[in-house]
């Protein structure tokens, strides 16, 4: 496993990491789970067809933002814009950024990192489902930027790994717990005060098929 540090994006070619999650919520139950927080969803281009699926880089996927007039809206997007030499964006480092716009959450239900096969036969790598337990939802913070050539698209922000990911990758994306997406939100705290290293037991780990 390669340690990202000193990159500053992640993208083909360069170190690989999350670029598989999967989600598989409804719009109802996405909208039911944010008012739990006190957030409202509203679906200004429509109420989305959101199909169980993994997502996979370039793919659309649903985020929440935070829209001018103090509401909340959730749209799909693309994940990923293309970077230097045309690579897709789809990690952004966030050590030391305060983000003062452009955040978004991304919607999912867990997220997939990969390590070498335990089985030295075995040419594909073993294949791990990062979720919060009990399955809820998990809050990934993004940065969503409009790319001239390819509308609006989104990307993950990675911090150093929690104790749940370091055993499987040098770094993590970064998942808010659900008291902090409002306020990543709306920019009522830092983000050097919401992003960092998961705390231990904020994700189990699952084997998954090998891919």
Not at 7 to 27: E, H
Request: hydrophobic share 35%; aromatic share 10%; charged share 25%.
């Amino acid at each position: 496993m390669r340690s990202c540090a000193g990159a500053n994006f992640f993208g083909i070619g360069a170190t690989r990491m999350c670029n598989l999650y999967t989600q598989s919520k409804s719009p109802d139950e996405i909208a039911r789970l944010f008012r739990e927080q006190q957030i409202t969803l509203r679906f200004p281009e429509g109420v989305p067809n959101l199909q169980p699926r993994d997502i996979r880089i370039t793919d659309p996927g649903p985020i929440v933002r935070a829209a001018p007039d103090e509401g909340f809206d959730l749209v799909v997007r693309r994940w990923s814009w293309p970077g230097q030499g045309g690579r897709p964006v789809y990690n952004f480092r966030s050590d030391g950024r305060e983000f003062p716009s452009g955040r978004c959450l991304i919607v999912a239900d867990g997220f997939y990192e990969f390590t070498s096969p335990a089985d030295p036969k075995q040419k594909r790598k073993d294949r791990w489902l990062f979720q919060v337990p009990g399955g809820g939802l998990v809050g990934i913070a993004g940065l969503v930027r409009d790319d001239p050539g390819r509308g609006e698209a989104f990307t993950m922000l990675t911090t150093e790994p929690g104790p749940d990911v370091a055993p499987y990758h040098g770094r993590q994306v970064a998942v808010l717990r659900p008291e902090q997406w409002r306020p990543w939100l709306t920019y009522a705290e830092p983000a050097s005060e919401l992003l960092g290293p998961a705390p231990a037991g904020t994700l189990e780990v699952l084997a998954a098929m090998a891919a």
